[in-house]
C-alpha cells in the first residue's frame, strides 16, 4: 500500500541552526511528493513539492530532493528562523486526488 | 484570489446528533476533499469530489457522508455522533482532475468539532 514514515517530533532547534526532517515513503509506481506546513489554528500550506525522481522541490529556504532509490523526501532548511515553527507534514500522491500524509513533525524554534 | 472557506470554524455537539460542514473551495477549482485530523490519526482521507460526482472514499464508516453542488462547493456530514468524531475537519481544493496535472491540495484552516 501507500505510506510515509516521518521523523517522530518535537524537535527544538536554536534560531540559524540546520533543520532535517525525515521522510521516507512506501509506494507502487512513482508518486509525486510534498511538504506541508500547518501554523496553530489554520489549516496546510504547500512548503514545496516534487514530481519525479532526483527533483527538488524549494521554497522560502526550504529545500527537498525526491530520491526513488532510498525512497526518502527529506526536508532540509540551512538556517532556522522563529517564524520557522510550525508543524510539518511529508505526503505523497500516488493516484487521483487522494494523497497519504505522515504523521507531522513539530518544530520548534528557539531564539 | 479568495482562498478555501470553511464554516463554521468551530461546533459543538452531543453524541447521537448529527452535523453539516461547508467548504467553499478556491474559484475555479472542482475537486474537493476532505481530511479528518485527529492528535492519534494524523490526517485521514474522507473523500474526494469532482464535479458533482465522489471520486475517491477513505475508510471511513457510512455516518460519514458528503456532496458537491454544481457551483463545486461541498458539504460534509456525519450523521449519530460519537466522541471519537471529535477532530479538526479540513476540505482542501484542487484546480483539476489529478489525471491532468500535478496540483497540490489548498487547504482550508478547518472546522474544529467537538462531541460531548
Known amino acids: 500500500g501507500n505510506s510515509v514514515t516521518q521523523m517522530e517530533g518535537p524537535v527544538t532547534l536554536s534560531e540559524e541552526a540546520f533543520l532535517t526532517i525525515n521522510c521516507t515513503y512506501t509506494a507502487t509506481g512513482y508518486p509525486s511528493l510534498f511538504w506541508y506546513v500547518q501554523y496553530p489554528g489554520e489549516g496546510l500550506q504547500l512548503l514545496l513539492k516534487a514530481t519525479k525522481a532526483d527533483d527538488k522541490g524549494s521554497n522560502k529556504g526550504f529545500e527537498a530532493t525526491y530520491r526513488k532509490e532510498t525512497t526518502s523526501f527529506h526536508l532540509e532548511k540551512g538556517s532556522v528562523q522563529v517564524s520557522d515553527s510550525a508543524v510539518y507534514f511529508c505526503a505523497l500522491r500516488r493516484t487521483g486526488n487522494q494523497f497519504y500524509f505522515g504523521t507531522g513533525t513539530s518544530l520548534t524554534v528557539i531564539p | 484570489k479568495a482562498g478555501v472557506t470553511q464554516t463554521p470554524r468551530y461546533l459543538i455537539k452531543t453524541r447521537g446528533q448529527q452535523v453539516t460542514l461547508s467548504c467553499s473551495p478556491i474559484?475555479?477549482?472542482?475537486?474537493v476533499s476532505w481530511y479528518q485530523q485527529t492528535p492519534g490519526q494524523g490526517l485521514q482521507f474522507l473523500f474526494e469530489?469532482?464535479?458533482?460526482?465522489?471520486?475517491n472514499k477513505g475508510n471511513f464508516p457510512g455516518r460519514f457522508s458528503g456532496r458537491q453542488f454544481s457551483n463545486s462547493r461541498s458539504e460534509m456530514n456525519v450523521s449519530t455522533l460519537e466522541l471519537g468524531d471529535s477532530a479538526l475537519y479540513l476540505c482542501?481544493?484542487?484546480?483539476?482532475?489529478?489525471?491532468?496535472?500535478?496540483?497540490?491540495?489548498?487547504f482550508g484552516n478547518g472546522t474544529r468539532l467537538t462531541v460531548t
Open positions: 474559484s475555479g477549482h472542482r475537486s
Open positions: 469530489y469532482f464535479s458533482e460526482t465522489q471520486r
Open positions: 482542501a481544493s484542487s484546480p483539476a482532475a489529478a489525471s491532468l496535472g500535478d496540483s497540490p491540495l489548498h
